[in-house]
Nanobody, 120 residues
Framework: QVRVVESGGGLVQAGGSLRVSCAAS????????MGWYRQAPGKEREFVAA????????YYTESVKGRFTISRDKSNDTVYLQMNSLKPEDTAIYYC???????WGPGDYWGQGTQVTVSS
């Protein structure tokens, strides 16, 4: 099994920056992709960004390209989502996901989520 735990959410003003982290544990050798998803109130959960476990490839949803950066620290099995130029519409609960297999996910392993609130 794989366990993922998010941290680092909070409140930030529009235009500001925030970094959220996702620590993976357990059978991490079986992970192929780590991703971030978000869910705003009253909306469906949506894909934000993903990184191959090797760290070589990344993939972003169009609305965050140029503002968000996903990365993986191999030394501690942690994935980061650096969020810059934040907008009020980025407000959501951000969930980390671990995926095994082909494609970008999502996989079966979800964290509990971390709240990101961007004030205008």
């Amino acid at each position: 099994q794989v366990r993922v735990v998010e941290s680092g959410g909070g409140l930030v003003q529009a235009g500001g920056s925030l970094r959220v982290s996702c620590a993976a544990s357990g059978r991490t050798f079986s992970i192929d992709v780590m991703g971030w998803y978000r869910q705003a109130p009253g909306k469906e959960r949506e894909f934000v960004a993903a990184v191959a476990w090797s760290g070589r490839s990344t993939y972003y949803t169009e609305s965050v390209k140029g503002r968000f950066t996903i990365s993986r620290d191999k030394s501690n099995d942690t994935v980061y989502l650096q969020m810059n130029s934040l907008k009020p519409e980025d407000t959501a609960i951000y969930y980390c996901n671990a995926h095994r297999g082909t494609g970008w996910g999502p996989g079966d392993y979800w964290g509990q989520g971390t709240q990101v609130t961007v004030s205008s």
